[in-house]
Nanobody, 124 residues
């Protein structure tokens, strides 16, 4: 079965950086969409960034230019480099995956596999 495990969260000051990692195991398909969601208190899940096996990437407007998604396929690992962090980036960050196609759809309901989450807190 597919398992996703996030790591790398923590507390930083505004303007700082963090690098999140997601280790994926149990996947057998060569087609995928993998990405990062976040959920702040009282808010819905928001797709922050995603990358698909066809090479396409997606970034939410709120993070474009500050965050970078990347993957190391040989290690089945997904990364999210977060720079110039702002207090509004504070949230629980989740790694999620869909292995049913080679492109991404942005709805939370299109991602059947989820990690447990890692907390990111940015202080002002």
């Amino acid at each position: 079965q597919v398992q996703l495990v996030e790591s790398g969260g923590g507390s930083v000051q505004s303007g700082g950086s963090l690098r999140l990692s997601c280790a994926v195991s149990g996947a057998t398909s060569s087609m995928y969409c993998v990405g990062w969601f976040r959920q702040a208190p009282g808010k819905e899940h928001e797709l922050v960034s995603a990358v698909s096996s066809d090479g396409s990437t997606y970034y939410a407007d709120s993070v474009r230019g500050r965050f970078t998604i990347s993957r190391a396929n040989a290690k089945n690992t997904l990364y999210l480099q977060m720079n110039s962090l702002k207090p509004e980036d504070t949230a629980m960050y989740y790694c999620a995956a869909d292995f049913g196609g080679s492109y991404c759809r942005t709805s939370v309901y299109h991602f059947p596999h989820w990690g447990q989450g890692t907390q990111v807190t940015v202080s002002s």
